[in-house]
């Protein structure tokens, strides 16, 4: 599975050695105790059945941990039910191709008569070693785990600190900007329409804002910012923009993200000719649980400067907020986007 840490190499390696030297440790004292006491023909069978174990349980131990630890997490799974199945059947795997693998190989390596309970007794060594290695591979997942949660709370606090700068840099602009516009507004007061201008535009930026801490808002509010927005661009294409809302007021409580409205209407402003003999009409309606914006499509001569974003970042922030998707229509006639007003569960 892509974006999934791995335990390391030689992390594991170590491990993996450490277990077989514990596991294998009787017999190294053992042999020990033979180099002195018993026949030199015992103390060479002993010495090989000490090296075949040894390598058997670094192997099993290494196997099984990179299995428990790193592989079962490169396959794609659809489900906790086949997450667990892989890891069942596969650990399962393991300890019979290991097991019997070493019973059948042991006689030929050590020239004595293996008892009738040491296959047994072999197996369930492995099965403690095995039992021991799962929890070992948690570990070192939760190890992985916890790592990657410091690191990404050092990242949101280095990010949260970054924006507090920006914040307090910030600060005095808005003060700023607002007694530039109430400044304005009483120098242009006898000229009615340009007043309203300025409030609107006072308007639109508080809202701005204000709704900047939100993820949603009401769309009785937003459809309120749409109409100042709506009222400046009515102050520079006259009559040759149009706007129409049609929404049922059982809609109005509905929540959707901030400037939603306003992205859509701007986006066809900036791609449609708008011209006395063309205008753009924009229709905004709610139906079955859903908000649409309409126009015709009338492509610029040439379009004007832009990233191309705009839309993609609304499907984006509708999917992370509401956990739903916006659907775009587009064909040669018209350009529709349907925003879905459903409660959220």
Known sequence: MQGVKQVKLQEILKIATLIAILVTLPLTLSLFKSV????????????KDFILKLIFFFLFSWVALQYNTNWIYRIPKESRFIDLGLRFIGNLAIL???????????????????SEREPGFVTSIFIVVHIIILFISRILRLQIIQRQSILENEHLKQQNLENELTALKNQINPHFLFNSLNSLNYLIRDNKEASLFV???????????????????????????????????KTRYRNRFLIEINIDETYLERRIPPLALQL???????????????????????DNDSLFV????????SLAEGTGSGLLNLYKRYYMIRKQQIVIDRNNEFFRVKLPLNKMT
């Open 264 to 286: 859509l209407v701007e986006n066809a402003v900036k791609h449609n000719e708008i011209s006395t003999s063309n205008p753009l009409k924009v229709h905004i309606y709610s």
């Open 36 to 47: 002195w006491f018993t026949e030199e023909l015992y103390t060479q069978d002993l010495f």
């Open 199 to 233: 409030k609107k535009l006072s308007f639109m930026y508080r809202y701005i804002l204000q709704s900047g801490d939100r993820n949603l808002v009401l769309l009785k509010e937003e459809l309120k910012f749409l109409e100042s927005y709506t009222y400046l661009i």
């Open 96 to 114: 019979l191709v290991t097991t019997a693998l070493f019973n059948k190989i042991n006689p030929y390596f050590v020239d004595k008569t293996i």
């Open 294 to 301: 309409e126009n015709k499509v009338r492509a610029r001569s």
